[in-house]
C-alpha cells in the first residue's frame, strides 16, 4: 500500500497544460523542489527570449498583413470582390459536394414520385365521378330532377296550345336567360 502512495506521490494531479495559461498556472503555484536556482535563471532568461521571438513574429506578420492589403489595394481587390470570390467558391464547393448531389436527387426523385402520386390521384377522382354519375341512383335523381323541371317550366304560348304535344317534357331552362340589359343613350358632345 505504501508503494501505491509513493506513486502518486511522485505523479503530478493535473496535467500542466501549455501556452500562456501555462505560465500562470506555474507562477502561481511554488517552484518545484528540484530545480536549482541556476536553473531557475536559466528558464527566466529563456522565458524572456521565447517572449521576445512571440513579440518579433508578431509584429512580422502585422507587417506582412499590411504589405498583403497594399498589394491587394493595388490589384484593385476591394473586400466586397473578395466576399463576392469567398461566395463563389463556397458555394461551388457545396453543389460539387457528395452530400449536395445525393440531396438534390433525392429531391428530384420525390418530386417525380409525388407527380405520379397526384396524377393517379386525379384519375382515380375521375374515375369514381363517371362511376357515380352512371350508377342507377344518380341516374334516377337527374329524371327526377328533369321531371321537376319539366313541371317548373312555364308554357311558351298560351294563344295557340294545339302547338305544344302534352306528353313531351319542355326543353326550356328553368331559370330564364335575362333579357337584354337597357340600353342608355350616350350624350353626344
Not at 137 to 146: L, M, P, R, Y
Amino acid at each position: 500500500m505504501e508503494d501505491t502512495q509513493k506513486g502518486s506521490q511522485l505523479q503530478p494531479d493535473s496535467v500542466p497544460e501549455v501556452g500562456e495559461d501555462a505560465v500562470m498556472f506555474e507562477g502561481a503555484s511554488a517552484p518545484y523542489p528540484a530545480i536549482t536556482e541556476e536553473e531557475r535563471q536559466e528558464l527566466q532568461e529563456e522565458l524572456v527570449k521565447v517572449e521576445d521571438e512571440i513579440q518579433t513574429l508578431s509584429q512580422v506578420l502585422a507587417d506582412k498583413e499590411k504589405q498583403l492589403a497594399q498589394i491587394k489595394r493595388q490589384l484593385g481587390i476591394t473586400p466586397l470582390n473578395e466576399l463576392k470570390q469567398n461566395i463563389t467558391k463556397t458555394w461551388q464547393e457545396v453543389t460539387t459536394s457528395n452530400a449536395y448531389r445525393r440531396t438534390s436527387e433525392t429531391f428530384s426523385l420525390a418530386s417525380l414520385k409525388a407527380t405520379a402520386a397526384f396524377s393517379s390521384m386525379g384519375s382515380a377522382i375521375t374515375r369514381k365521378l363517371e362511376d357515380v354519375r352512371n350508377a342507377p341512383t344518380f341516374k334516377s335523381f337527374e329524371e327526377k330532377v328533369e321531371t321537376l323541371k319539366t313541371k317548373m317550366t312555364p308554357s311558351g304560348s298560351t294563344s295557340d296550345p294545339g302547338d305544344q304535344d302534352s306528353s313531351s317534357p319542355s326543353t326550356e331552362p328553368l331559370v330564364n336567360q335575362p333579357e337584354d340589359p337597357p340600353t342608355q343613350e350616350m350624350p353626344t358632345h
